[in-house]
């Protein structure tokens, strides 16, 4: 008896070994390497090539990629020439998106953040309105936000190894969001206004962990032209349009960003932090996974609020969840009917006022809101120092990634509110724009 127990102890954890060996196995094949996918060689004097120019087929036609390495650094300098080349030699003035993608995603060729991209740019450049005035143009900021290859979904380990990779990604985008990616964007957009034809319109994208890197990487910068500028206002913006969607960020750094620029006064904000309200990763996710990274605390008190508060709520919040930093409210009005001929998108595109925008929805029917300022002098409140901060109802954007089938956050009701923002962020449109209703 004693011997056969001892033989089935002894083949259960050889069994358990296996599986354990098994999966690690599965793990390491599953591993996505640190590694460029946009090269054309593997010299060191690779040139950087352009989605089209590997599948004319399934890429935009005007899309480049940039690629940053695991430490922060540009794959191939000669990716960001070739961006730049391209913004000067379009047909039209480019109207350029650059886009930071976020967890879960890297430039693989058959990334579908990628493709999604790509798609939203295509259908962008279809529009009558855009067509007649910009070639529309994007770059796709990769970065190596996936380490687990995606067909470890369908295994018998499942998602759990992905999810646990939170924290490394979480580290590498305070490496990404450095001086080569400052560097890139800033040469990107300025091509884009040096054209021929006239000066582009360029916006920056960046969702979930791309707009912790977006806001990290122009944070700084932000700060110390407006220290130095002579009007106090910051007036070269590092995009005509920066906004960051869902962002995944400490709301700690909206704060201390915010109180740096509290005497901002263009009527322009410099960021725009977009929140779903039905955002659960970072409603829900954020806070745990902050709560493993900071299990130690390391936290202090603003002695100078009244009554004292503490670092620990803005690390564990994102903006998009911290009432303090919140600066606009965006409710739902009565709707009014556009005349035939004209859509919601270019109904924002000429006429938005903060009193009054269009969305449609997946029905094809017609939305309308406002967007207030919340007052300044509230308790506690930050000031708005040139970052505004709103929560979206689910018509708009819903959850964390939008609807997949519908474009996720590249649908059209972000597209819609791109161009409201546009409108009314411009300092024309501030004294233009039809009154509130």
């Known amino acids: 008896m004693a011997l056969g127990r001892g033989l089935a102890c002894g083949m259960q954890s050889r069994v358990r070994c296996a599986l354990l060996l098994s999966a690690l196995v599965i793990l390491l094949s599953g591993c996505e390497p640190n590694r460029a996918y946009w090269m054309a060689g593997r010299g060191a004097e690779a040139a ?39 913004m000067k030699s379009t ?55 996936a380490t687990l290859a995606d067909w470890l979904d369908d295994t018998v380990i499942g998602r759990l190894p992905r999810l646990a990779t939170f924290w490394s990604r979480l580290g590498a985008t305070n490496r990404v969001a450095g001086v080569p990616l400052t560097r890139a964007i800033g040469e990107i957009v300025a091509a884009s206004r040096e054209h021929s034809g006239g000066p582009g319109v360029s916006v920056l994208l960046g969702y979930s ?40 960020s400490e709301a700690l750094y909206a704060r201390e960003i915010k109180l740096a620029l509290r005497t901002w006064s263009d ?27 900071h299990i130690f605390g390391g936290f202090r008190s603003y002695a100078r609020t009244s009554p004292p508060e503490s670092q620990r709520k803005y690390v564990f919040s994102t903006a998009g969840h911290r009432p303090e930093t919140f600066t606009h409210e965006v409710n739902q009005i009565p709707a009014r009917a556009l005349p035939p001929e004209q859509s919601a998108f270019e109904f924002n ?6 009193g009054r925008f269009y969305v449609t929805d997946d029905r094809d029917r017609l939305h309308a809101f406002a967007m207030t300022p919340l007052p300044p002098d509230r308790p506690r409140a ?12 689910p018509v708009i954007l819903q959850g964390h990634g939008g609807i997949v089938e519908d474009g996720g956050i590249f649908s059209r009701q972000i597209t819609e509110l791109i161009a409201a923002f546009f409108r009314v962020t411009q300092a024309e449109a501030s004294k233009d724009a039809p009154p509130a209703d």
Not at 218 to 247: E, K, Y
Not at 349 to 354: E, I, K, L, R, Y
Not at 382 to 393: I, K, R, S
Request: aromatic share 10%; with cysteine.
């Open 48 to 86: 950087a090539v352009l989605p089209r120019e590997r599948d004319a087929a399934a890429f935009y036609p005007q899309l480049a990629v940039v690629e940053i390495d695991e430490q922060g650094d540009l794959w191939c300098e000669d990716q960001v020439n070739r961006a730049a080349r391209m």
């Open 91 to 145: 047909p039209k003035p480019p109207l350029l998106f650059v886009y930071v993608h976020g967890w879960q995603n890297n430039a693989r060729p058959t990334n579908k953040d990628l493709h999604t991209f790509s798609d939203y740019l295509t259908e962008l450049a279809k529009n009558p309105r855009i067509a007649r005035e910009f070639t529309v143009t994007g770059v796709f900021i990769g970065w190596r936000g």
């Open 209 to 248: 962990f791309g707009g912790r890197i977006v806001e990290r990487t122009l944070g700084q910068a932000l700060v110390m032209q407006h220290a130095l500028a002579a009007d106090r206002d910051g007036a070269i913006f590092p995009a005509d349009l920066t906004i960051l969607i869902n962002s995944a």
């Open 267 to 293: 009527p322009r904000p410099a960021i725009i932090s977009v929140t779903a309200d039905s955002d659960m990763v970072t409603s829900v996710a954020w806070p745990f996974g902050q709560f493993v990274q």
């Open 349 to 354: 595109t000429d006429s938005a006022s903060p």
């Open 382 to 393: 930050l000031p708005v120092g040139g970052y505004w901060v709103v929560d979206v109802p």
